[in-house]
């Protein structure tokens, strides 16, 4: 073979549309196309490693990921490899095909990327159907690019009495034909080989024209490949297999969804207790770090905006990475195995009477973690209609965030009933998945009305998944992820941060008279004990103690006193007595200092708040949700959780106790404890009363309050006005409900 | 996918189509019958997806679940034996309902030889 590289440069661009095929000129672009299910992304993982990055195709949905390939040993130069979507064919009124069709005409290429043709199209096929698969082999040949073609799984077709000679599929395809196998990296090495010595292909039967007749083409092509002994072979390759028999039960009508909820319940049961360990190291990095800070800063604006803005709020979204990654990796094992497909199918049966498909239960699925995630695989979901539905209500799914809500006012509900509590949580979940099929079924009759596309799906058969694969696609989406709360959730953090610590307020006389309080104690545990008590005895001259520097003294001096002065002798033999009880120790005055100190410091905390602008406009609001029972703090805890729902459970401990979280073991438990006898304005009411907590409850599993699913709503469903949409009505649904419950329990 | 003497809308029940194969619908074929497909009453994008996916008029499948979805193996051309895949195709049962299939479950596979 001539080195076609340069031919197959200028012949690339010549498809393109005249801009230049790279940024650099030295380095090619190599597209990767084939069927669903061949192992192709597998094989971009081993052609790539993990270096990747993933963007998504300008003006879809649609992911793309894009890998920069050194050149090998051999030579050669640098290339850059796009996974372009798995497709059945290029000719497809799908968004993927279409995607397909424009990077291999160049007039499209992922964000970021310059637009041109690629110099060489790999076409990864599956060798168990060889003849299906050459048809899209066909669709590629006729854009004239150099094209390879890779017979991925060409051990199992051998196993089936079908021997795939590459040589005579090459010589057949007029093109580099290598034989792989993606899962053991068996034939990479020659497929870098054959990319690099790629050319436009020249087969022995031109490509017809028409659909129908690529057909026998692919059929004919596929009959020329196999080995010459194997030929004349006829293996009944429809006869019933293992995987067969499993389907028999995976998708029987009874058994089959029981079979699900077995597997879902097993893979969340995995989820939380393995995702507990991480979490905790990460939440313990974290409050390392601000407490690091507070320790190794003066105290300013600075120390504030790094311990409370940055460190503590990004902390709070990090936490629930190792679900995302645990629950990516989970899905990405079991979608290997070829179950999900079948789950889909078992769930389309379910969802479809809320105008639903079963692709929607992985995303639905997913949110249960996350929102972020769900929403974006909701790019399995192939009608536009079907997936916007999905998109508008994956956030009613009950996701980590929510957790901590749930904790609190499941606790404060069922204080010392864990089985109450229990089932409280378990109706929150249901509730969600509720509220969420039902808005679907409105929005599928209303604003998304039309046809469902009837489901079509491959069943792969089952298979041992590929770990590797699973942990490269779960690298990909933490990654995501960690962006994201690197920018967009860091910005909100900061934002709320300065709501919540602006304009900074003064204490009131309240806060200075304890404070002065505090530093008496403090004085007169010094001077010892004694005279502190005393000296509170408001019906004593305050200089009366001075100079009472250990009991002893104090008992003498008392005791002259009862003598000198005889009129209030009972009072001073009273003191005595206090004092020989040891009723005053100086390590109670101290005690009693540090608690009127932290008295202060709370109320100082609460006051702060309430005078910041978070407070202004939670008191500001607050009318708005008087009918759902909330007072003014429970409005500022729910407009501080519009930005992250998980803010409130810290929104609250300041604006009732003062303090963000617990300062030591056991003070969880005074925490809950101040929650829950925490009062309203009126001094009386209870802030959480089980009305309001009800309220609350039902309020935060419907209330969209998370921007970044927003801002990621947007994006997928291609538009503000859905994020809009998602937000009015999630918001109107939460508020209605949540206005019932109250006003059903009060 | 549309071939000569398909009306689209005509083959409401299963019957003799105007090439003279006895013809039944995927979705009344029994468990284990095979048939090959010889016409279908798709909308234009449904038998787009289910021709590339493989699933096109003459091909011959194997039925392996009937209902909700009904599934299917595809195996190419009668007596063609490399054209077929582990592969099974799921397909909601009102596009099986549109899909018209000539039981062959009964004929025999011969081998035969290459090209």
């Known amino acids: ?746 | 996918m549309a071939q000569a003497g398909l009306q689209l809308g005509s083959a409401t029940h299963s019957g003799e189509n105007a090439s003279g194969f006895r013809l039944r619908r995927l979705s009344e074929m029994g468990v284990g019958e095979r048939g090959i497909v010889r016409e279908h009453q798709l909308e234009a994008e449904d038998a787009a997806l289910l021709r590339a996916m493989g699933l096109s008029v003459g091909v011959t499948l194997r039925v392996f679940r009937l209902g909700e979805p009904t599934v299917v193996a595809v195996g190419g051309v009668t007596g063609h034996c490399k054209c077929g895949g582990l592969c099974r195709i799921g397909v909601a049962r009102r596009l099986a309902e549109k899909i018209l299939v000539e039981d062959v479950t009964t004929m025999v596979v011969v081998p035969v030889s290459a090209g």
């Open chain 1, 1 to 746: 073979m001539s080195d076609p590289c340069c031919q197959s440069g200028m012949d690339g661009q010549s498809a393109g549309t005249g801009v230049s095929a790279g940024a650099d000129a030295d380095v090619r672009r190599i597209a990767l196309v084939g069927n669903p299910n061949t192992g192709k992304t597998t094989l971009f993982n081993r052609l790539s490693g993990l270096r990747h990055k993933t963007g998504n195709f300008p003006g879809t949905t649609l992911e793309a990921r894009v890998a920069r390939v050194k050149a090998g040993v051999e030579g050669g130069r640098d290339a850059d490899l796009i996974d372009l979507p798995g497709i059945y064919s290029l000719e497809l009124e799908q968004i993927e095909a279409q995607v397909c069709r424009e990077v291999l005409a160049g007039t499209s290429a992922p964000k970021g990327e310059p637009l041109g043709a690629p110099e060489c199209a790999v076409v990864v096929t599956d060798g168990t159907n060889l003849a299906r698969n050459l048809m899209l082999v066909g669709e590629v040949f006729r854009r004239r690019l150099p094209t390879v073609v890779v017979v991925n799984m060409a051990d199992l077709a051998e196993a089936k009495g079908m021997r795939i000679d590459a040589g005579r599929l090459g010589e057949a395809l007029g093109c580099g034909v290598v034989l792989t196998n993606a899962r053991t990296g068996e034939g990479v090495d020659d497929l870098r080989r054959a990319i690099r010595a790629a050319r436009i292909p020249t087969p022995v039967e031109a490509v017809p024209p028409g659909e129908s007749q690529i057909k026998h083409w692919a059929e004919e092509m596929a009959d020329r490949g196999l080995h010459p002994d194997d030929a004349g072979n006829v293996v009944d390759i429809l006869e019933e297999t293992k995987s067969d028999r499993a389907d028999k039960i995976v998708m029987h009508p009874i058994v089959g969804p029981l079979v699900f909820a077995a597997v879902m319940t097993g893979l969340f049961y995995v989820l939380f207790v393995l995702a507990q360990y991480p979490m905790g190291w990460i939440e313990g990095i974290f409050g390392y770090g601000t407490a690091w800070i507070e320790g190794h800063l003066p105290e300013g604006i600075l120390r504030d905006l790094l311990a409370n803005g940055i460190v503590a709020g990004v902390g709070s979204t990090v936490i629930f990475l190792p679900q995302i990654c645990l629950l990516f990796f989970l899905i990405a094992l079991l979608e290997d195995t070829g179950y999900l497909a079948r789950g889909a199918f078992v769930m389309d049966r379910i969802l479809r009477p809320f105008g639903l498909p079963g692709h929607a239960f992985v995303p639905l699925l997913s949110a249960h973690a996350c929102a972020l995630p769900g929403i974006m695989a909701t790019r399995a979901i192939p009608d536009p209609k079907e997936r916007l539905a999905t998109i508008l209500v994956t956030p009613f799914m009950t996701c980590s965030a929510r957790l901590p809500v749930y904790v609190l006012l499941t606790t404060l509900l069922f204080k010392d009933r864990p089985g109450m509590a229990a089932l409280a949580f378990v109706g929150c979940y249901a509730l969600g998945i509720c509220a969420g099929v039902l808005s679907a079924l409105v929005a599928r009759r209303t604003i998304l009305r039309g046809k469902s596309r009837a489901m079509v799906l491959e069943l792969p058969s089952y298979k041992v998944p590929s770990v590797r694969t699973a942990v490269l696609g779960t690298v990909d989406r933490g990654w995501m992820f960690l962006k994201n709360a690197g920018t967009t959730i860091l910005v909100i953090c900061v934002v709320l941060w300065w709501l919540g610590a602006y304009p900074r307020v003064e204490p009131s006389p309240e806060i200075a008279a304890i404070r002065q309080q505090v530093a008496k104690l403090e004085q007169s545990a010094k001077i010892g004990g004694t005279g502190v008590s005393l000296q509170s005895n408001p019906s004593l001259k305050p200089d009366v103690s001075v100079g009472w520097r250990d009991r002893e003294t104090a008992l003498q001096s008392f005791r002259k006193l009862v003598t000198d002065d005889p009129d209030r002798a009972s009072m001073y033999l009273d003191w005595i007595d206090a004092v020989e009880r040891n009723v005053f120790s100086p390590e109670e005055l101290t005690a009693k200092a540090q608690q009127l100190s932290s008295d202060a410091d709370h109320l100082e905390a609460r006051e702060a708040k309430q005078g910041s602008f978070l407070g202004m406009l939670g008191e500001g609001v607050q009318p708005v949700f008087q009918p759902l029972g909330f007072d003014w703090q429970l409005t500022i805890g729910v407009m501080a959780s519009f930005a992250a729902r998980e803010v409130f459970v810290s929104t609250m401990n300041v604006v009732i106790a003062g303090q963000e979280e617990a300062e030591d073991e056991g003070g969880e438990q005074r925490l809950m404890e101040q929650i829950q006898e925490a009062k309203r304005s009126d001094g009386v009411t209870a802030v959480f009363t089980p009305a309001t907590s009800w309220s609350l409850l039902v309020f935060f599993v419907l209330a969209m309050q998370c921007l970044p699913t927003l801002a990621v709503t947007a994006r997928e469903a291609g538009g503000y006005k859905w994020a809009l949409v998602q937000f009015v009505w999630m918001s109107a649904v939460a508020y209605v409900a949540a206005m019932i419950v109250y006003q059903v329990m009060k």
